[in-house]
């Protein structure tokens, strides 16, 4: 790692920035990033990656005051790290700021509140509960495929109201999403025609009369009809409910599970108290978290400690490196159930932005490991492999056998 003192490539460079040389989207750091992560974060509070031409703030502290401080750190001029998508995904929720992107959030979290998602949650218990006893019964299962994906794909299409065709396709397109935020590497330009897909699906299909009467999606043409939003709108955020609920929640349930098979005494903890099971998910969020990180646009310059960033700069907010930030957490790697701060990671983000789904990812989640607790007191691993994608960490398959 070296150190700039004078300007280079198109951003004009402040003094005593450490420059890296590292890909953060390379095949074998997407697949191992921490030993990056730690080199970065060591480097300082801010590094400038010299491949993508942007700034990267990958400590604790540091992330969480650059996603707490959206007046400087835009989302209105794009999170993704090419250019085509943060044109192409403007005015989405995930990607505005201020005044309009209070009023669109307002309108989405609507059915995603505590006490909204109340009658929800004991169909998704139930549902869990069945689907378990089905997997257990059988003896071994992907966690990764017959467990976590059943829940986000039957429950949460549902609650949208999404029409029956194309629905099988939203794993697929919400993988390619993810892909797209990345830069412009050969993974984000094969997932381009993927996402069209899906574009065109909420566009084309989701309007009234096909879509499920009462349901999430009817709940945002209703608010247009009020005037709360711009139907244009209204249909785009049919994306928000589609492309961040499934993926995420599946990935962080599969990373759970073979966190619980490396570690069976932390299993053998949650069975003794299942109310460790809120904590247990923050740390397997945490230590894995699903979503790696997305960028910020700097409207202004911007001191983090000492170092400076420079206004009309980007710069990439390391969720996953910030919860894995040996400043913050005593023995980051380990996977530790009762550990009293878990729940300060930043996995669902922080500030305007966090996730608006988080409560539902925990009720499908914690329903799920509930239901795991009364019948398995041990996960064998078997063969797993990994996801590779520019935004998500977790498994592809995490195959196991229960005892
Ligand atoms: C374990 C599961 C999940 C994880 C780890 C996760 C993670 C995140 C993160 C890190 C962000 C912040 C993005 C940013 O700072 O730019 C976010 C935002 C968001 N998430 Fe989630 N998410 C999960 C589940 C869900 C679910 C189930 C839904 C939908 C029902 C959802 C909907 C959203 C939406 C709409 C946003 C944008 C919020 C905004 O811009 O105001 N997420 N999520």
């Given at each position: 790692?070296?150190?700039?003192?004078?300007?280079?490539?198109?951003?004009?460079?402040?003094?005593?920035?450490?420059?890296?040389?590292?890909?953060?989207?390379?095949?074998?750091?997407?697949?191992?990033?921490?030993?990056?992560?730690?080199?970065?974060?060591?480097?300082?509070?801010?590094v400038y990656l010299d491949k993508l031409q942007m700034f990267?703030?990958?400590?604790?502290?540091?992330?969480?005051?650059?996603?707490?401080?959206?007046?400087?750190?835009?989302?209105?001029?794009?999170?993704?790290?090419?250019?085509?998508?943060?044109?192409?995904?403007?005015?989405?929720?995930?990607?505005?700021?201020?005044?309009?992107?209070?009023?669109?959030?307002?309108?989405?979290?609507?059915?995603?509140?505590?006490?909204?998602?109340?009658?929800?949650?004991?169909?998704?218990?139930?549902?869990?509960?069945?689907?378990?006893?089905?997997?257990?019964?059988?003896?071994?299962?992907?966690?990764?495929?017959?467990?976590?994906?059943?829940?986000?794909?039957a429950i949460v299409s549902h609650a949208v109201g999404l029409?029956?065709?194309?629905?099988?396709?939203?794993?697929?397109?919400?993988?390619?999403?993810?892909?797209?935020?990345?830069?412009?590497?050969?993974?984000?330009?094969?997932?381009?025609?993927?996402?069209?897909?899906?574009?065109?699906?909420?566009?084309?299909?989701?309007?009234?009369?096909?879509?499920?009467?009462?349901?999430?999606?009817?709940?945002?043409?209703?608010?247009?009809?009020?005037?709360?939003?711009?139907?244009?709108?209204?249909?785009?955020?049919?994306?928000?409910?589609?492309?961040?609920?499934?993926?995420?929640?599946?990935?962080?349930?599969?990373?759970?599970?073979?966190?619980?098979?490396?570690?069976?005494?932390?299993?053998?903890?949650?069975?003794?108290?299942?109310?460790?099971?809120?904590?247990?998910?923050?740390?397997?969020?945490?230590?894995?978290?699903?979503?790696?990180?997305f960028s910020r646009y700097a409207l202004a310059e911007h001191?983090?400690?000492?170092?400076?960033?420079?206004?009309?700069?980007?710069?990439?907010?390391?969720?996953?490196?910030?919860?894995?930030?040996?400043?913050?957490?005593?023995?980051?790697?380990?996977?530790?159930?009762?550990?009293?701060?878990?729940?300060?990671?930043?996995?669902?983000?922080?500030?305007?932005?966090?996730?608006?789904?988080?409560?539902?990812?925990?009720?499908?989640?914690?329903?799920?490991?509930?239901?795991?607790?009364?019948?398995?007191?041990?996960?064998?691993?078997?063969?797993?492999?990994?996801?590779?994608?520019?935004?998500?960490?977790?498994?592809?398959?995490?195959?196991?056998?229960?005892?």
């Amino acid at each position: 790692m070296q150190t700039v003192t004078e300007g280079k490539g198109t951003t004009k460079m402040p003094k005593s920035i450490p420059v890296s040389e590292a890909d953060i989207y390379s095949d074998e750091t997407l697949l191992n990033p921490w030993p990056i992560y730690r080199a970065i974060r060591d480097a300082g509070p801010i590094v400038y990656l010299d491949k993508l031409q942007m700034f990267v703030v990958a400590r604790f502290n540091e992330a969480r005051e650059a996603l707490g401080t959206a007046s400087v750190f835009s989302s209105a001029h794009g999170v993704m790290m090419n250019q085509p998508m943060n044109e192409s995904t403007k005015g989405m929720l995930l990607c505005s700021d201020g005044a309009e992107h209070q009023q669109m959030r307002r309108v989405l979290m609507k059915p995603l509140v505590p006490s909204a998602l109340r009658d929800l949650k004991d169909t998704i218990s139930i549902e869990a509960e069945a689907l378990v006893d089905r997997l257990v019964t059988r003896g071994n299962f992907d966690a990764a495929t017959d467990l976590a994906q059943y829940l986000p794909v039957a429950i949460v299409s549902h609650a949208v109201g999404l029409p029956e065709e194309g629905r099988e396709k939203m794993l697929e397109w919400a993988i390619a999403g993810f892909n797209c935020a990345g830069p412009m590497n050969q993974r984000t330009i094969n997932s381009f025609g993927t996402l069209k897909g899906s574009i065109d699906y909420a566009l084309g299909e989701c309007v009234r009369g096909k879509l499920k009467p009462g349901s999430w999606g009817e709940m945002l043409l209703d608010a247009a009809d009020r005037g709360e939003l711009p139907i244009e709108k209204a249909k785009t955020m049919m994306l928000d409910y589609m492309g961040p609920s499934l993926d995420t929640t599946i990935l962080a349930t599969s990373s759970a599970i073979w966190l619980f098979a490396q570690n069976p005494d932390q299993w053998d903890l949650v069975c003794q108290d299942p109310s460790l099971i809120p904590n247990a998910i923050n740390e397997a969020i945490r230590i894995e978290s699903p979503i790696q990180g997305f960028s910020r646009y700097a409207l202004a310059e911007h001191t983090f400690n000492d170092a400076v960033v420079p206004a009309s700069s980007r710069v990439i907010v390391l969720n996953g490196s910030a919860n894995r930030d040996e400043r913050k957490w005593d023995s980051p790697e380990t996977f530790h159930v009762r550990r009293k701060n878990a729940s300060e990671h930043v996995g669902f983000g922080y500030g305007e932005h966090v996730c608006a789904g988080m409560n539902l990812a925990r009720l499908e989640i914690t329903a799920l490991l509930t239901s795991l607790a009364k019948r398995v007191r041990r996960f064998e691993l078997g063969k797993t492999e990994r996801l590779l994608n520019n935004t998500l960490r977790g498994f592809k398959n995490v195959e196991v056998t229960v005892h």
